[in-house]
């Protein structure tokens, strides 16, 4: 069987990390659904950078703001992000229907340039979230400080977000006591939160890339036999919070509501050490209730050897 599609047996989904306009308008990304069981798509800024910048698709759309004074270059990107965005939730529409909403995402990222600007963050999430249009989007927004309270209150408006640059397990625990009390408040005036959504994205192989750096450094040949282990173990001890976290009375009493539990997403899951096997931390971080966003070059490796 195909290991990809295997992941849904242990209850883990597995959703791409990439996004282009070919995808959809090709039918790759419904075939991506059918043969490999993608049951998502993530996005940001810097891969529809490479993705405009490395192809000829999206020139017909750029030469249509040709001579407008009204647009600048910011308003371009957002316009053909945005357009790739609502395709690819349409094409992922019958994945959110089928799974009530647990699957069939794509996510969509605030500015950068905003991530200590909490204000800032919570005026573009919420237009991105009305721009875009569809139920299934997911709008990132980053674990800063000032990310922290644009969570809570994002899902209180019943907003679905993607928690994204995710390191630490204690600032984990931050963002999952924000998505509940997000939740407690749209509740307690009434609000529906069956369909409210969100996941929290640990990344993983850049943990790996600075503590191994540090350790080589460091010089100290103990040391060596961790190289390699530090972010599996971090993104383990983030589950273990999560387990205990999304149970107990306080959660049920959201879950009896039809609440979904903020699901974590291992992100930058591909190797950056050559030396590392290509599927390390696919392979590592099978789990139930977790989303794993997988780069299309680790996605063929998986498919071709990975352990499911």
Excluded at 57 to 73: H, N, P, S, T
Excluded at 228 to 236: E, F, H, L, M, P
Excluded at 258 to 274: E, H, I, V, Y
Aim: hydrophobic residues 40%.
């Amino acid at each position: 069987m195909n290991p990809l599609k295997e992941l849904h047996n242990f209850g883990q989904s597995p959703w791409m990390d990439y996004i282009r306009r070919d995808l959809f308008a090709s039918g790759k990304l419904k075939s991506l659904i059918d043969d490999d069981g993608i049951s998502g798509v993530t996005s940001n800024p810097s891969i529809f950078e490479q993705a405009i910048a490395h192809s000829d698709e999206y020139q017909d759309a750029i030469m249509a703001f040709a001579g407008r004074a009204d647009v600048d270059a910011k308003a371009i990107f957002e316009s053909l992000e945005a357009s790739d965005i609502q395709n690819t939730a349409d094409t992922l529409r019958d994945i959110y229907d089928s799974t009530d909403h647990r699957d069939g995402y794509v996510s969509m990222e605030v500015s950068p340039r905003l991530g200590h600007d909490g204000p800032g963050t919570l005026d573009e999430a919420r237009r991105l979230w009305a721009m875009v249009d569809r139920p299934n989007l997911l709008v990132k927004v980053p674990a800063t400080a000032e990310g922290i309270p644009v969570i809570q209150q994002l899902i209180s408006e019943g907003i679905n977000v993607n928690v994204t640059l995710l390191f630490s397990q204690d600032t984990y625990v931050q963002v999952a006591k924000a998505f509940i009390k997000g939740l407690e408040i749209r509740a307690a005036k009434g609000g529906d939160i069956s369909n409210i959504a969100s996941v929290a994205s640990v990344f993983v192989s850049r943990i790996d890339a600075l503590v191994d750096g540090l350790i080589d450094e460091n010089g100290d040949a103990q040391l060596q036999e961790i190289k390699g282990k530090v972010a599996i173990a971090n993104s383990q001890l983030c589950y273990q919070e999560y387990k205990e976290i999304f149970s107990g009375d306080k959660w049920q009493a959201l879950a009896d509501k039809g609440a979904m539990t903020q699901r974590l997403l291992w992100a930058s899951t591909s190797t950056k050490n050559p030396e590392y096997k290509d599927t390390l931390y696919m392979d590592a971080l099978i789990g139930p209730d977790t989303v794993n966003t997988i780069p299309p070059a680790t996605m063929d490796a998986f498919r071709d050897h990975g352990i499911a």
